[in-house]
């Protein structure tokens, strides 16, 4: 690997190492439940996929980039910690409707108050122009993460 990419790739393990070292302590340290980054990152799939009207497991799994079983096991861990409720619909048993509850909220709040600290603190001395370069630049990095 020649020196750019090694720069590179030190800056982005280290960048995404540090995201989820930060994210995960902010809320533990905001947060007297015990919930992975993972659950946490459920609870967000949730709301969006209600937010879209398709609460489906079929699109959470989508969301979250994870196997129908995946799903199925952390949902029952969410739902055992009072973090959603699951229901069966009555007119088709194989499907579900997925709710977050209070508790759940919480979760969001404090995970949305992270991403809002997060962003101010990278944008604070950035000008307008740098942060549509570092958009159109990370739109770039992500495309490769998400295709």
């Known amino acids: 690997m020649d020196f750019t990419k090694e720069i590179l790739n030190e800056i982005l393990v280290k960048l995404f190492n540090a995201v989820?070292?930060?994210e995960e302590d902010f809320i533990k340290s905001n947060l007297n439940e015990k919930?992975?980054?993972r659950g946490v990152h459920a609870i967000e799939a949730i709301d969006k996929a209600n937010k879209n009207k398709d609460a489906s497991m079929k699109n959470i799994a989508s969301i979250l980039g994870v196997?129908?079983?995946t799903l199925t096991t952390l949902l029952?861990?969410?739902e055992t910690k009072g973090y959603i409720t699951k229901?069966?619909?009555k007119e088709d048993k194989r499907k579900y409707f997925i709710q977050i509850t209070r508790k759940g909220e919480k979760v969001l709040n404090v995970h949305k108050e992270y991403h809002e600290n997060m962003i101010d603190m990278i944008t604070r001395?950035?000008?307008p122009k740098e942060i549509n370069q570092l958009i159109d630049l990370m739109s770039k990095v992500k495309y490769y993460f998400m295709s």
């Open 20 to 22: 989820l070292f930060n």
């Open 35 to 37: 919930i992975t980054l």
């Open 67 to 69: 196997t129908a079983g």
């Open 76 to 78: 029952k861990k969410l």
């Open 87 to 89: 229901k069966q619909s």
């Open 125 to 127: 001395n950035l000008s």
